[in-house]
């Protein structure tokens, strides 16, 4: 079974739906993927601004909107200046119709 | 149940996820579960320089609903086996519909 039991109580990231990037401290989870984010932060990443960062607090996300959770690798994650960081806004899972 | 277990002979194999949001993701497959969501480990975004998002992420979980393709490796894949499979599923599923 593919859960993300190993990731409880890591640091961890958030790509949603609708092509937003979420960090976190993932608290719990459920079989549908809705996940709950201690310390939420969104990092806006655009390829021509400087990365926004937005303190949202205790979140949940709904496992419909949730496309990919990736572990956060400590080490290299204090290594990146993320102001810097320039990329493609991500886009979203769903095209239109349905 | 087929393509789980598909996926299931597949684990340690490297591949590429390509999600519905155009991303691609490459990375070992390491588990699968019967919504098809997708575990790698040691992954590398394809375009990195497009996506910088996950710089920091070594290992990703990947939610069954947003892939699009899995490219395989071909050697990997046992295609006679592959095809016995489904036409033993397709039987399953024809009399479970009801012979008519």
């Known amino acids: 079974m593919s859960a993300l039991a190993p990731y409880v109580g890591k640091v961890i990231v958030v790509v949603t739906s609708d092509g937003r990037l979420f960090t976190g401290v993932l ?3 459920d079989q549908t993927t809705n996940i709950i984010l201690e310390s939420a932060k969104e990092r806006v990443i655009t390829p021509d601004a400087p990365t926004e960062i937005l303190d949202l607090g205790l ?3 709904r496992g419909e909107s949730v496309a990919l959770c990736g572990l956060v690798d400590d080490e290299i994650d204090s290594q990146i200046d993320w102001e ?15 | 149940m087929l393509f789980f277990s598909f996926f299931k002979t597949l684990i340690d194999e490297q591949v590429i996820v390509e999600l519905k949001n155009d991303m691609s993701i490459r990375g070992t497959l390491k588990s699968v579960d019967q919504f098809l969501n997708i575990k790698l480990d040691d992954v590398s ?3 990195e320089v497009k ?7 070594k290992n990703v979980f990947i939610r069954g609903s947003v892939v699009r393709y899995v490219h395989l490796p071909g050697a990997v894949v046992d295609t006679a086996l592959l ?6 599923e397709a039987a399953s599923q024809a009399s479970k519909a009801g012979g008519r």
């Open chain 1, 27 to 29: 608290q719990g989870y």
């Open chain 1, 59 to 61: 979140y949940l996300l």
């Open chain 1, 84 to 98: 810097k960081v320039r990329g493609l806004r991500l886009g979203e899972t769903k095209s239109l119709g349905r």
């Open chain 2, 45 to 47: 975004v394809v375009d």
């Open chain 2, 51 to 57: 996506y910088p998002h996950l710089s920091a992420v």
């Open chain 2, 83 to 88: 095809e016995d499979a489904t036409r033993k």
